[in-house]
């Protein structure tokens, strides 16, 4: 079976999630349906049923991440040579040569990738168009508006 790649900072993230719906959300839930059972009939009993529906959502998190986390190699950037190039988990400053903006993304497994926190998939146009290269490449990215010119201005193993 292929492990997917996964930064070691989303690894931490995903364990202290796990650890958090099994330490505290788990006990909650199991009190409240407690609770919910000494009010009498479970068929009119919304509290229980609620109960219940939020323990089968957080019981399914937690078999997700337990599943992803088996499933990943977790790969601590800061370890890795630095060698410039742009690999996975490294943190590229990008230049967009038509409109001078700057960007800034860091490469990420698939359970990660945040666009809003410039957190992109190693599968993404934009990474695999940069993987290999390093700091003064300039590279093109299929876009869904048209193709983006980037000058690499960082890569950072962060």
Do not use: C, W
């Not at 990943?72 to 630095?82: E, F, G, N, R, T």
């Not at 497994?109 to 809003?116: L, S, Y």
Request: proline share 3%; no cysteine; glycine share 8%.
């Amino acid at each position: 079976m292929n492990k997917h790649p996964m930064t070691k900072e989303g690894a931490d993230a995903l364990q202290a999630e796990l650890n958090k719906l099994k330490k505290e959300e788990r006990p909650k839930i199991t009190e409240a349906i407690a609770e919910a059972r000494e009010h009498g009939d479970l068929k009119e009993n919304a509290e229980y049923h609620a109960a219940r529906e939020q323990q089968g959502l957080v019981e399914a998190r937690i078999k997700q991440i337990e599943g992803v986390l088996s499933h990943s190699q977790i790969i601590d950037v800061a370890k890795l040579p630095q060698t410039g190039k742009v690999v996975f988990g490294t943190t590229v400053t990008l230049l967009n040569l038509d409109t001078d903006a700057e960007v800034t993304y860091k490469i990420v497994g698939d359970e990660e990738a945040d666009i809003k926190h410039n957190k992109v998939s190693v599968g993404s146009p934009i990474a695999r168009a940069l993987i290999g290269k390093e700091e003064g490449d300039e590279v093109q990215v299929q876009a869904p508006g048209g193709n983006i010119d980037y000058e690499i201005v960082e890569v950072q193993y962060l």
